[in-house]
């Protein structure tokens, strides 16, 4: 709308050339003195204007003589950053066959049978304890407790940091796993492609210490895949819930890491994701490690909420 408070000059700003392609706020002067805003992203930037591209409207052009303040502001956040934790969680419930899984309302029972030699996995042996159980938290405790006792495992439950259901097991004396903290993570699965593939030299440089290529192979079964390059340098699984690809048990040996082939390894779930029609990719990764953290961010993926692991005592 129009401001018509008073007079306003013109020239400061932070806006150049330099923020085509982000996301921009300007302030300009209309024909007749009064001062208006535009949101927009700027798509040009020219000797005397600059364009900017409104959200749900189109484009306008803006005169640099008439700018009054200006400045670039964060990008909106996408529809996938603006569901609920328990959604976003909820697209990783098929990451395994083999899991049993009770639903108790909103909430969700899992139990795994371990297969050695992997460690037992937090996710598929807790109760997903976000939204709205259906019953008192304290019968839907008991429920929790006598099915994993019923199945000789630990009561565990995932809780989201900070929130009530932490709060409420908390004050029962259940206690935070060791290395349970994790980040759920997500991104446009066509971006973290791209940039996957523009930083992969990987492609040039899969080969072992003989120098033999290591090939891609992909097994798939279903909505899930698993990719090893060579005879298991390094691999990685994905499963597709509805156009979510969930990415987990990115591995390289340690004695092969810092060489791309992790980032093949993502190009390759990502490009098979993506063959099925996947828009979003995500994962879960320990809040510690920082390595990991620091490598998904570099192709995209940010924090969209983090969880916890409970334990009854």
């Known amino acids: 709308m129009p401001d018509t408070s008073e007079p306003h000059s013109v020239g400061k700003h932070l806006l150049g050339p330099h923020v085509v392609g982000q996301r921009v706020v300007v302030r300009h002067l209309l024909p007749d003195g009064r001062a208006t805003d535009v949101l927009g992203v700027c798509t040009a930037w020219g000797e005397d204007a600059l364009v900017i591209d409104r959200e749900g409207v ?58 050695a030699p992997e460690r037992p996995r937090k996710r598929g042996n807790s109760a997903l304890a976000m939204g709205d159980a259906g019953v008192p938290l304290f019968h839907a405790t008991n429920v ?8 000789g495992a630990t009561p565990m439950v995932q809780v989201l940091v900070g929130s009530s259901h932490e709060d409420w097991f908390s004050s029962l004396g259940w206690e935070p796993v060791p290395g349970g903290d994790s980040h759920f993570q997500l991104a446009p699965l066509s971006r973290a492609l791209r940039t996957c593939n523009a930083r992969s030299g990987a492609r040039e440089r899969r080969t072992n210490d003989a120098g033999e290529q290591l090939t891609a192979r992909c097994n798939e079964e279903g909505d899930r895949v698993e990719v090893v390059l060579g005879a298991g340098t390094a691999r990685g699984r994905a499963v597709l819930d509805g156009d979510w690809l969930g990415v987990h048990g990115v591995f390289v040996e340690p004695d092969r890491r810092r060489a791309g082939l992790g980032t093949a390894v993502m190009a390759e779930l990502l490009d098979w994701g993506a063959s099925r029609g996947a828009t979003t990719a995500w994962l879960h990764v320990e809040t510690d490690n920082h390595a990991g953290l620091a490598a998904y961010e570099g192709i995209g993926f940010v924090t969209h909420h983090s969880n916890r692991y409970l334990a009854a005592p």
């Open 58 to 115: 189109g484009p306008v052009q803006v005169r640099l003589a008439d700018l009054v303040t200006g400045k670039p502001v964060p990008p909106r956040a996408s529809v996938r950053q603006r569901v609920s934790a328990r959604e976003a969680e909820g697209h990783g419930l098929a990451l395994w066959a083999a899991t049993e899984r009770v639903d108790l309302g909103e909430w969700v029972l899992r139990h795994t049978p371990v297969v």
């Open 144 to 151: 929790v407790r006598n099915f994993y006792l019923e199945r």
